[in-house]
């Protein structure tokens, strides 16, 4: 079977927002998907050993800062790490990633300026398997990911 990488917030079921907070993904193609057994679920942020709930993060130049300037660089490439391992080892078609995240954003992603400003942008998990050659989407792509799983 095909298997797709998700973001665990998205796949639901554990608590591992930043905020302690819960946005599952009740499309009803998402659920099929997981009820197939096809969704390969993954935090990259609790991978790199952040707590939950932590800080808001945000990219800021080559490293990933709090609001209060700690460098949370190496966690966020500890888990960036363990996800494209993930999608190697699961060998999956391509990811669905929750938007806007400093790891799983795959379009935009906050600016850095801790003043609630998006700019066009990807997490540092996301550019880790676009790297090697993952396709990416975010939830609202999902017209676009059943094309591509049909294929
Ligand atoms: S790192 Fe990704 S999977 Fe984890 S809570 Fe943030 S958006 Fe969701």
């Given at each position: 079977m095909k298997k797709i990488l998700v973001s665990e917030c998205l796949y639901g079921g554990r608590i591992v927002r930043y905020d302690g907070g819960e946005v599952p993904e009740n499309d009803a193609r998402f659920l099929k998907w997981k009820a197939e057994g096809r969704l390969v679920p993954i935090c990259p942020e609790v991978f790199g050993?952040?707590?939950?709930?932590r800080p808001d993060s945000q990219r800021v130049g080559d490293k990933v800062l709090t609001g209060?300037?700690?460098?949370?660089t190496k966690e966020y490439t500890s888990g960036a790490t363990e996800t494209l391992r993930l999608a190697q080892e699961h060998d999956v078609v391509f990811a669905i990633m929750k938007q806007d995240?400093?790891?799983?954003?795959?379009?935009f992603i906050y600016d850095?300026?801790?003043?609630?400003t998006k700019k066009e942008g990807q997490g540092l998990a996301v550019e880790y398997l676009r790297n090697a050659d993952f396709k990416v989407f975010s939830e609202d792509d999902l017209d676009e990911a059943e094309r591509l799983l049909a294929k």
């Open positions: 050993g952040l707590p939950i709930p209060t300037g700690k460098d949370v995240s400093p790891s799983c954003g795959s379009k850095g300026t801790f003043t609630d």
